[in-house]
């Protein structure tokens, strides 16, 4: 009857918005079997009916905007290299282009605030190459019709004669990648990630809704983690359902690799190894994202593995999610994220354990995990950015951090991460319907 159930719930996935589907608060969560949806009120497995927010007229404009932010001079922006496996492009050349092909190099020529050049320089596959990893994006496959001004193949592109064109002016760039292939070449590096940034940091309602279905994976799949995260599992059994939930729901990237710590694991703000067993008595952080259409979530949970709080995991909790409140409570446009840092400084410094909060707040969201790099103004309305305030005491092995993600709205924010509960109780309360309890 349950499997029934499933199957059903999964098939209105297409006929479902984020808006449309049910907190956990709506109805009663039925135990799944491993390897099951957990929780059929959150985003149940199939690809999301989304729009693609990086079209060929969306990046066009992008491009002819970014000349305009630039005002004079040539930008170099790089696809990556080719990695074994799916080819994850740098977020910039994504924007700009909305391609995942590697090796690709995108070259914008700008004079006076308008983009006078705009071309594409895409390497050919080999017969040999599309044998054993299938076809790729080609330069004879953009034709009349593609939104870049020229398509060439790649080994017509030379620093040599990049050199000649930008003269004494140097070259824009933004990634690692063109940075040094541009100062081995001999070529005056300048910097365009402010321009860029001021472009990025306001999200398109086409934008919003990537990281917000991004996020909906992101809570489905933890979900499916705390249904197998108990006592005697592995925290590599929460990663693959995580990880897993992430695919079976369209994503095709992680926005990062998945932390998901034990005990005192818990402590470490980047763990990454996910190899102890979960222990009975003590807690787990799962701080994890999925990506989607090139935009990422990024979202924590710190659960009881038994399903419940000692009195003192839930006194440090409530800390916590006492001081995610108060941070919320003034995220508004007008204010930094430095302001709202304080707030919680303050808070925790009041509670007596500023010293076990060992990092930043939260940070901007979008292509980037810590998007628009460097930004340090004032929030605006259509900004995206996560709240994580978090306690680390070392001695106790406990490690709590609550992390959501909001978008910044004319009135105040809304949380895009409300389906998943955070405030103990609740939290409490789902885990025992979640495991059937």
Not at 23 to 37: F, N, R
Not at 183 to 200: D, F, P, S, W
Request: hydrophobic share 40%.
């Amino acid at each position: 009857m349950m499997t029934l159930l499933l199957i059903t719930i999964a098939s209105l996935a297409p006929f479902l918005t984020g808006h449309e589907r049910k907190t956990d608060s709506d109805e009663t969560i039925q135990p799944a079997s491993h390897g099951a949806v957990a929780d059929p009120a959150l985003l149940p497995p199939g690809a999301p009916s989304v729009p693609n927010p990086s079209t060929d007229e969306v990046c066009r404009a992008r491009r002819v905007a970014l000349a305009s932010e630039i005002g004079d001079g040539i930008l170099l922006v790089q696809a990556g290299e080719e990695a074994k496996g799916r080819f994850d492009p740098d977020p910039d050349f994504q924007y700009l282009t909305g391609l995942k092909r590697a090796d690709t190099k995108l070259l914008l020529v700008i004079r006076d605030g308008e983009l006078k050049r705009d071309a594409l320089y895409m390497p050919q596959q080999t017969p040999m190459q599309e044998l054993w990893e299938g076809p790729r994006l080609n330069p004879e496959d953009l034709d009349e019709d593609s939104s870049f001004g020229e398509v060439h193949e790649l080994e017509v592109f030379t620093y040599e004669t990049l050199a000649d064109l930008a003269g004494d002016d140097g070259v824009h760039a933004l990634d690692d990648l063109t940075i040094e292939e541009l100062v081995e070449n001999g070529i005056e590096v300048k910097k365009a990630r402010k321009a860029l940034n001021a472009l990025q940091a306001v999200k398109t309602p086409a934008e919003q809704a990537a990281v917000e279905t991004a996020v909906e994976i992101t809570l489905a799949a933890i979900a499916d983690a705390i249904l197998v995260a108990r006592p005697g599992a592995w925290e590599y059994t929460a990663e693959a359902a995580i990880e897993g939930g992430f695919r079976r729901r369209g994503a095709e990237f992680l926005a990062f690799p998945s932390i998901c710590g034990s005990g005192p694991n818990g402590c470490y703000l980047h763990y990454r190894a996910n190899n102890r067993q979960l222990k009975d008595g003590e807690l787990l952080l799962m701080d994890v994202g999925a990506k989607y259409h090139g935009y990422s979530a990024d979202v924590t949970r710190t659960i009881p593995i038994n399903g419940r709080f000692t009195p003192r995991q839930r006194e440090i909790y409530t800390l916590v999610w006492e001081a995610q409140q108060l941070a919320v409570a003034s995220l508004k446009p007008g204010v930094s994220m430095r302001e709202l840092h304080n707030l919680v400084v303050e808070y925790f410094e009041e509670k007596g354990h500023r010293q076990h909060f060992k990092h930043g707040l939260g940070h901007q969201l979008g292509v980037r995990v810590h998007d628009v790099p460097g930004f340090r103004g004032q929030l605006k309305a259509g900004m995206i950015v996560t709240i994580e305030p978090g306690l680390y005491i070392a001695e106790e092995e406990l490690g709590i951090r609550i992390e959501d993600d909001y978008l910044v709205t004319t009135e105040g924010s809304r949380k895009l991460s409300a389906a998943l509960p955070s405030a103990p109780d609740k939290l409490e309360a789902y885990i025992a319907r979640l495991r059937g309890h």
